[in-house]
């Protein structure tokens, strides 16, 4: 009795569950018998074949009658015979709009009076357009390169 302490509950849980679930299936197996086969199994290898058959099954059983398929003369099969060919109608000239409701109406003008507000000339200002290029990967590395070429030699700067 001392290995079943050292095993897991829910090993043995795991295990048990396992079992009983062969068991079950070998009762549910052998109870169907062995004449027939047990669902999920496919003993005709011809898939489509069973299809087939599983559907004029269905149809006999809904009664629905469907005609073979015919395929249509060669001349019409042929998309460049002799035959007049009508082209389909033009399109129309205009797109045609849905229908605004009035609160959609209203919804759309302050939208756009809105996006009106938003664009406004602060882009164009030279404090916009400084803070623009500070922000910047390529500021930092100008800065340095300005400063080293504008700032004072290096032998009259101060130690730091």
Do not use: C, N, W
């Not at 290898?45 to 299809?51: E, G």
């Not at 709009?97 to 009035?102: D, E």
């Amino acid at each position: 009795m001392d290995i079943l302490k050292e095993l897991d509950p829910q090993a043995i849980l795991v295990l048990l569950m396992v079992i009983f679930a062969a068991i079950k299936a070998f009762f549910e197996k052998r109870k169907k018998g062995d004449g027939e086969v047990a669902l999920g199994e496919e003993t005709d290898p011809d898939l489509y074949q069973a299809y087939e058959e599983e559907l004029a099954r269905q149809r006999s059983d809904l009664q629905i009658e469907i005609s073979p398929l015919t395929s249509p003369p060669l001349s019409e099969a042929v998309p460049f015979s002799s035959k007049k060919v009508t082209p389909p109608p033009p399109l129309p000239a205009e797109p045609v709009l849905p229908k605004l409701s009035a609160a959609e109406k209203q919804a759309l003008k302050a939208l756009e009076a809105r996006t009106k507000k938003v664009a406004r000339k602060a882009r164009d200002t030279t404090k916009s357009r400084v803070y623009r290029h500070l922000s910047s990967p390529t500021a930092a590395r100008e800065a340095l390169l300005l400063a080293e070429i504008l700032g004072p030699p290096k032998a009259m700067q101060e130690k730091v």
